[in-house]
């Protein structure tokens, strides 16, 4: 492996979604800075902080259907049952629903909690309240998707928060998604919540730490067989 290989591999890369805002962050300082030397500093603090925010690190994800891999980076918010949005058709039944909270210092890239094909996609306007709240689920803008796997229907919603002004879904109905695909990004601060058929077991407690791709969520049945990985 040559030098440069080895540097590429320990930095970061940064998701495109991200370019124009870390341009237009480093105009700004170079801009402030040429004024006040001293606002050319924060200026490359806040750049360095949104070259962060869009981090998209390569993630290691477990090759298993039965497993639910998490959707984002964050924090288990909530774990329970609850009734899914009505846009995305999975009936008014309560599913078992885990959600994930992102600060703004979390990895904003979402992941697909399982593999399968999507054949939905809903966007709804709304609030933006505080996405830490469960309120936030019915009221706030959101983006849902119905993922069709071997283990049923799973909807994954994308809330905006009180920050996120913009939420971006890169894939499309009837698309073909692996889990820990990418298959979205929220601007600045949310939450993912996913909605899983009633066989599925939580793995993770209220407070857990998630890693997108790579934390699982929960389980649809026990598998004592060994897992593979793959990384994205």
């Known amino acids: 492996m040559s030098m440069i290989d080895s540097i590429r591999r320990q930095i970061t890369p940064i ?22 030397g001293s606002l050319g500093w924060i200026g490359a603090i806040a750049t360095a902080w949104c070259a962060y925010f869009f981090r998209d690190p390569v993630r290691f994800t477990p090759l298993d259907e039965t497993l639910v891999v998490s959707p984002a980076d964050g924090i288990v918010s909530s774990i329970g049952y609850f009734a899914p949005p009505p846009e995305l058709g999975l009936g008014a039944e309560p599913m078992q629903r885990i959600s994930v909270f992102m600060s703004v210092f979390d990895c904003h890239v979402n992941r697909a909690p399982v593999a399968g094909r999507v054949t939905k996609i809903a966007y709804k306007p709304g609030l933006f309240l ?19 796997a071997g283990g049923g229907r799973f909807g994954v919603v994308q809330i905006a928060g009180f920050v996120a002004r913009r939420i971006v879904c890169f894939v499309r109905q009837g698309e073909a998604v692996g889990a820990g695909d990418r298959f979205g990004l929220i601007r600045f601060g949310s939450r993912v919540d996913v909605y899983m058929p009633g066989a599925a077991q939580p793995l993770v407690t209220i407070g857990s730490k998630a890693i997108a791709g790579e934390t699982v969520l929960a389980e649809l049945r026990s598998n004592g067989s060994r897992r593979s990985f793959k990384s994205g």
Do not use: C, M, Q, W
């Open 130 to 148: 505080n996405a830490d709240l469960d309120k936030a689920s019915e009221n706030n803008e959101r983006n849902g998707l119905v993922i069709e």
């Open 15 to 36: 998701h495109p979604e991200g370019y124009i805002f870390v341009a237009g962050f480093a105009l700004a300082t170079l801009v402030l800075g040429s004024f006040v």
